[in-house]
């Protein structure tokens, strides 16, 4: 299963999981085969499969070292979240399908993303009005009403918490904690509840961090 380690030592792990990607899926396979019949096992790597043969865009990564994002949101969710269910699996893994490749909503007809394209959609974020308040709040309105989507959410966010500080721009750093804050702190309460030290301490960090006072934690 994937604990959490310090945040130093969860930065130098995702350095760490780019010179191996291929290793990453085998740490989902490892953790996954722990409780999952062979056929459930069967169904995630079939998807996985699927999945790779989309093209992503993302800079400076190549596909299967994109992959070791959605990798570490599925393996936090199998450690960290209760009532498992595979199609949640699933979306952890395809969270980020829609923005990062040239597949259209049409695309997510196809049988194993038919079941979750919905939530695929609503998690999708339309980068031209990413930091307008009016349109946050009606996002995350809609990702509320359903566990699924808010699980995914918070540990999407959580993943990218620990590399936030390699983004150069300090307005954008204030933004996505102001957001953490606002929107995401609700849903680790009523959803992963075990999970709120840690993202409230990843807070804390980077809000120190951008202070000049950085201890870790």
């Known amino acids: 299963m994937y604990i959490l380690d ?3 030592n969860e930065k130098i792990r995702r350095v760490e999981e780019l010179e191996d990607p291929q290793k990453n899926y085998s740490m989902l396979v490892k953790d996954f085969s ?3 019949s062979e056929k459930d096992q069967k169904k995630i790597h079939d998807f996985y499969r699927l999945l790779l043969k989309f093209e992503y865009s993302h800079p400076g990564l190549d596909k299967l070292a994109y992959m ?3 990798i570490r949101v599925a393996r936090l969710y199998i450690s960290y979240c209760e009532n498992f269910c595979i199609e949640t699996l699933k979306l952890a893994l395809a969270h980020n399908l829609l923005e990062l490749t040239g597949l259209d909503e049409k695309d997510l007809s196809q049988d194993s993303l038919k079941p979750i394209s919905h939530m695929i959609k609503k998690l999708t ?4 009005r990413q930091w307008d308040w009016d349109y ?3 996002y995350y309105e809609q990702i509320s009403v359903s566990s699924e989507m808010s699980v995914v959410k918070v540990l999407d966010k959580l993943d990218n918490l620990y590399l936030l500080s390699n983004n150069p721009n300090r307005k954008i750093k204030l933004l996505y904690l102001n957001e953490i804050e606002k929107f995401i702190m609700p849903l680790v309460s009523t959803f992963v509840p075990k999970l709120e030290s840690i993202i409230s301490d ?3 960090f980077n809000k120190k961090e951008l202070e ?3 201890d870790e934690i």
């Open 125 to 128: 974020v339309d980068r031209s």
């Open 136 to 138: 946050k709040i009606n």
């Open 34 to 36: 722990e409780f999952a």
């Open 212 to 214: 000049g006072d950085t």
């Open 202 to 204: 990843l807070v804390i």
């Open 6 to 8: 310090t945040i130093e």
């Open 68 to 70: 070791a994002h959605p």
